[in-house]
């Protein structure tokens, strides 16, 4: 079966540090995988996808992902965080059904 | 081009009742999807609509259901309302390929509340 864990519930950093967050998928597919970020009280937006074209993904507002097949994982990073990058952050696999299967999700808290 | 709009926003029945939501997608997407957000289970999977064939569905029971109109407006519906059915219902629609590497799009969400 397909699922997809995200390490660490909430993640704090300091304003302009390294944000990581984590992201393992179980798949016996070629997976495309998804990070979606969600602001408070609000749907979700689209950061960045892989759909095997590039290991290395670059998505919107700084936000990059590399694919690692042999670490069954999908991080996310970004060199250097703000105050606005404090929201809600979904990886998420796309499985044969067209069905999202979700990670639990991460909280991003940025510190000034 | 307007994004998923969904309607209405917010939502308070009482057990037993039965509720409707709306989605509207991005025009030219042929592809809806919703699905149930809670602070308990996270995000799951309710059902897809393309082109007003249900396509695919979540593990839901039957008092939740869809349908898909010929302008690519879906609803849901939930009948005989449980205090656990409160949550946050997403919308997502997609481009006109709907293969699994087209991106879904999300409305805001109805936020519904069951005392």
Known sequence: ?112 | KAGVTQTPRYLIKTRGQQVTLSCSPISGHRSVSWYQQTPGQGLQFLFEYFSETQRNKGNFPGRFSGRQFSNSRSEMNVSTLELGDSALYLCASSSPGAGPTDTQYFGPGTRLTVL
């Open chain 1, 1 to 112: 079966a397909q699922s997809v864990t995200q390490l660490g519930s909430h993640v704090s950093v300091s304003e302009g540090a390294l944000v990581l967050l984590r992201c393992n998928y179980s798949s016996s597919v070629p997976p495309y995988l998804f990070w979606y970020v969600q602001y408070p009280n609000q749907g979700l937006q689209l950061l960045l996808k892989y759909t095997s074209a590039a290991t290395l993904v670059k998505g919107i507002n700084g936000f990059e992902a590399e694919f690692k097949k042999s670490e069954t994982s999908f991080h996310l990073t970004k060199p250097s965080a703000h105050m606005s990058d404090a929201a809600e952050y979904f990886c998420a696999l796309m499985d044969s059904n067209y069905q999202l299967i979700w990670g639990a999700g991460t909280k991003l808290i940025i510190k000034p």
